[in-house]
Antibody
Framework: EVQLVESGGVLVQPGRSMKLSCAAS????????MAWVRQAPTKGLEWVAT????????YYRDSVKGRFTISRDNAKSTLYLQMDSLRSEDTATYYC??????????WGQGTLVTVSS | DIVLTQSPALAVSLGQRATISCRAS??????????MHWYQQKPGQQPKLLIY???NLASGIPARFSGSGSGTDFTLTINPVQADDIATYYC?????????FGAGTKLELK
């Protein structure tokens, strides 16, 4: 059974940093591109970033480019999202997902990031 | 960015057909691939992939769900609607980066 378990979401002040993790199991992690998708409270879904199978290629939405870094450790079957210079508009539940030819097949349960002073 | 437009809500009766539409601001098709996907999300839960590339049923999804369309106009059909299908449905395109989602259609009981 595919499992994606996010962790690391907390309350943080604007301008600070945090790192999210996603532990994967039940599939060959190194064979799938991975992504982060977020959802602000009571709002819709928003793609954040994608990383290739090897980690050699990364893609970001403009609003997080230069502030967020997606990475992966295939030996540990873990996906990461380093978030710097956080803003109030980054407040959301962050989901870890597999990406298969552009669709997001498997999702974690999400971790809530709240950016507030 | 490609904008996806969905109606905010749709009211249906149990056992009837529900048709949810999604219109893209530009074509999301490349050759024979229609790069539109559909998700279901229930309150407090993560989204679930229903349909990928416009018309392919995702693993474990009941056959009462189906998808169609090409270019800029796509449809998710649920027939017949069951009580468990009451949720919000999102379309998503992967034709261009950034991948974008529609604002969601909330399926409600009539």
């Amino acid at each position: 059974e595919v499992q994606l378990v996010e962790s690391g979401g907390v309350l943080v002040q604007p301008g600070r940093s945090m790192k999210l993790s996603c532990a994967a199991s039940g599939f060959t992690f190194s064979s799938f591109p991975m992504a982060w998708v977020r959802q602000a409270p009571t709002k819709g879904l928003e793609w954040v970033a994608t990383i290739s199978t090897s980690g050699g290629s990364t893609y970001y939405r403009d609003s997080v480019k230069g502030r967020f870094t997606i990475s992966r450790d295939n030996a540990k079957s873990t996906l990461y999202l380093q978030m710097d210079s956080l803003r109030s508009e980054d407040t959301a539940t962050y989901y870890c997902t597999t990406e298969d030819y552009g669709s997001f097949a498997y999702w974690g349960q999400g971790t809530l990031v709240t950016v507030s002073s | 960015d490609i904008v996806l437009t969905q109606s905010p809500a749709l009211a249906v009766s149990l056992g009837q057909r529900a048709t949810i539409s999604c219109r893209a601001s530009q074509s999301v098709s490349i050759s024979r691939y229609n790069l539109m996907h559909w998700y279901q999300q229930k309150p407090g839960q993560q989204p679930k992939l229903l349909i990928y590339r416009a018309s392919n049923l995702a693993s474990g999804i009941p056959a009462r769900f189906s998808g169609s369309g090409s270019g800029t106009d796509f449809t998710l059909t649920i027939n017949p609607v069951q009580a468990d299908d009451i949720a919000t449905y999102y379309c998503q395109q992967s034709r261009e980066s950034p991948h974008t989602f529609g604002a969601g259609t909330k399926l409600e009981l009539k």
